[in-house]
């Protein structure tokens, strides 16, 4: 077992305006294992990919990777641990406009001790020939590469991804899929992906579906599809 999420809980707001946003959730994942969390709006996906990811904390449980719990950490361990075993792909690019493609996924290298090799990075995501282009002179889906390239140059252990083709259309989600498939495959990192996408769970190793801030389902997916297969 590589990853324990053990009983976590987490609520916004006081008095009346309380919400309860995760109502104990527990789960465990392998190293290199994809795994998909679904469900609608409001049903705490992104708050626990958060708490994952130590950007927020749960009121109780705990997050345990390796066997180390990060509600053990101080501060500057959780900044540590941030740098070395994570990279983030988000619906929002946040690329640096004024530094080049290769630049911003540079950018990424400098927080790791040992990075993967730029330009084979830049060869894989299809951008090596944009390398010296500006974030402003690409489509969406080549800026999406770009913070792909970005996170996964540290060569994190794992990578969250939170409504990573949320802001694509079907043809460029899909080639962004092919290539999180290929850095699964590739470079062995355990993805933690966010999605309200029903289709995407075909090429999950594991399905975990909220609903309420529980989880109604925690499946391994037998018949896995390849990112090429899916349709929606």
Known sequence: ???????????????????????????????GEFCVLLGPSGSGKSTLLNI???????????????????ADMSEKALTMYRRKHLGYIFQMYNLIPNLNI??????????????????????????????????????????????????????????????????????TSKEILKLIETVNQKYGSTIIMVTHNDAIKNMADRVVKLRDGTIRKNIINEKKLTAEELDW
């Open 1 to 31: 077992m590589f990853i324990e999420i053990k009983d976590i809980k987490k609520h916004y707001g006081e008095g009346e305006s309380r919400v309860e946003v995760l109502k104990g959730i527990s789960f465990q994942l392998e190293k």
């Open 52 to 70: 994952i990811g130590g950007i927020d904390s749960p009121d109780s449980g705990y997050i345990s990777v390796n066997g180390e719990k990060t």
């Open 102 to 171: 290769k630049e911003n996924i540079e950018v990424g290298a400098y927080l790791s001790d040992k990075p993967l090799d730029v330009d084979d990075i830049l060869k894989t995501l299809g951008l090596y020939e944009h390398r010296h282009k500006l974030p402003n002179q690409l489509s969406g889906g080549q800026q999406q590469r770009t913070a792909i390239g970005r996170a996964i140059v540290k060569n994190p252990d794992i990578l969250l991804c939170d409504e990573p083709t949320g802001a694509l259309d079907y043809n």
